[in-house]
């Protein structure tokens, strides 16, 4: 993937449009809990404002109804934006019309304008041409940083770089460069790990990984469908049986290709979910460590046992490339964390050993975060939805519309 990026044009004294994902959450206050995302965004706003640009950026909160609902306002984020940046941030209280285009017509190099929430406008979801135009007449080139909904084609990604030249932020280079050359040429052994809690979240996932991988590591919730599948007794743990079939056909594809497929051999169970009744939890629950064919009706598995991790740990020494999404349990409760936490101080032993190793998917980074091992990772991608179809092998319009080199 050759994409132009902000490096390969000029900006100074040129209005830029920018498109970034600042989808983040608010308390009841209003008060923005993770700022990650604008964080992440910093290299390439800094870059463009010291290059003599002027910033028009635009982004979405939530999935507001027409009724522009003000908890999703952008206003929120002015304040935060300013300090980050260490400048004034200008704010339009819409995104197209005519303030928008006063606002943006007076920036001048070094000035930033934040466009109201963009899908307060249904255009935006439907990339209506005339919408998209609009947006595009604001600057003189737009840069997408917005990986997070590179794999929807909105008006604000895939249409503005129709009318005006569209480059790749190094937030979207990133994620390009990381997991489309990963992919791509991946050095070898390659070692996925699936996880999570639903094999129909990942189905596209796993089948993509089968015809790239090595060894696929399947643990989580998902792992159940798989043991289900192959005729073990799962107890009340959780299940999709009209996905049994396709776990079958997907242990059948992984063994006609010599992809070595990693399922539990031991896991935690409980004899009931943590999660649903904290102070029942604590003072009715228990937890064993079973094989897994030896999983009881009254029982659920909640995490991989010993054994597993072990198993883990050794398919993951000597990789070379690593991909990881979703959890390997029920991470959020200590008792049911420690399978994750062993995969994760597996893929950064290895990454230290010289591995490429990259982490997506929402709850993989809450768990990865919960590690406290985030930064012994090669690429955290920030893409929940973006990530699993760009690793599904999708084309992804916001990707494809940025310019070629």
């Known amino acids: 993937m050759n ?45 463009l404002l010291d290059g003599g640009a002027a910033l028009i950026i635009a982004c979405h909160i939530g999935r507001p109804t027409e009724a522009r609902e003000e908890k999703f306002s952008t ?49 935006e979801k439907k990339n209506d041409p005339a919408f998209a135009k609009q947006l595009a007449s604001l600057a003189d080139v737009a840069v997408d940083d917005a990986f997070g909904v590179a794999h929807r084609a909105h008006a604000s990604n895939a249409g503005v770089p129709k009318y005006i030249e569209t480059v790749a932020g190094f937030l979207m280079e990133k994620e390009i460069n990381y997991i489309g050359k990963t992919l791509e040429t991946p050095q070898r052994p390659f070692v996925a790990i699936i996880g999570g809690a639903k094999v129909s979240d ?17 643990g989580g919730g998902m792992a159940h469908t798989f043991d289900a599948a192959k005729g073990l007794p799962i107890g009340d743990s959780l299940c999709e049986p009209d996905k049994m079939d396709l776990a079958r056909d997907l242990l059948k594809k992984a063994e006609a290709k010599g992809v070595k497929v990693v399922l539990p051999l031991d896991v935690a169970a409980a004899n009931m979910f943590p999660l649903a009744d904290e102070a029942k939890w604590k003072a009715e629950g228990k937890v064993k460590i079973v094989d897994v064919d030896k999983v009881e009706n009254g029982w659920q598995a909640l995490d991989s046992g010993p054994k597993t991790s072990e198993e883990y740990v050794n398919a993951l020494k000597g990789a070379k490339t690593i991909i990881w999404n979703g959890p390997m349990g029920v991470f959020e409760c200590d008792e049911f964390a420690k399978g994750t936490l062993a995969v994760a101080k597996a893929v950064a032993d290895a990454t230290e ?3 490429t190793s990259i982490v997506g998917g929402g709850d993989s980074i809450a768990a990865l975060k919960k590690t406290g091992l985030t930064d012994k990772i090669s690429h955290v991608s920030t893409g929940g939805g973006a990530t699993l179809e760009f690793l599904e092998g999708k084309e992804m319009p916001g990707i494809a519309a940025i310019a070629d080199k």
């Open 75 to 123: 206003k929120h984020l002015v304040k935060h934006l300013a300090e980050l940046l260490g400048r004034e941030v200008k704010w339009a209280s819409d995104c197209v019309g005519p303030e928008a285009e006063k606002l943006a017509a007076a920036l001048k190099p070094g000035e930033v304008l934040l466009l109201e929430n963009l899908r307060y406008h249904k255009e």
């Open 202 to 218: 990942k189905i596209g996932v796993i089948s993509n990984m089968i015809e790239k991988v090595d060894t696929i590591i399947i």
């Open 3 to 47: 994409k132009k990026t902000i490096k390969d044009i000029d900006v100074k004294g040129k209005k830029v449009f920018v498109r970034v994902d600042y989808n983040v959450p608010f308390d009841a206050e209003m008060n923005i809990t993770n700022d990650t995302r604008m964080v992440r965004t910093l290299p390439t706003l800094n870059y």
């Open 353 to 355: 050993a010289g591995a």
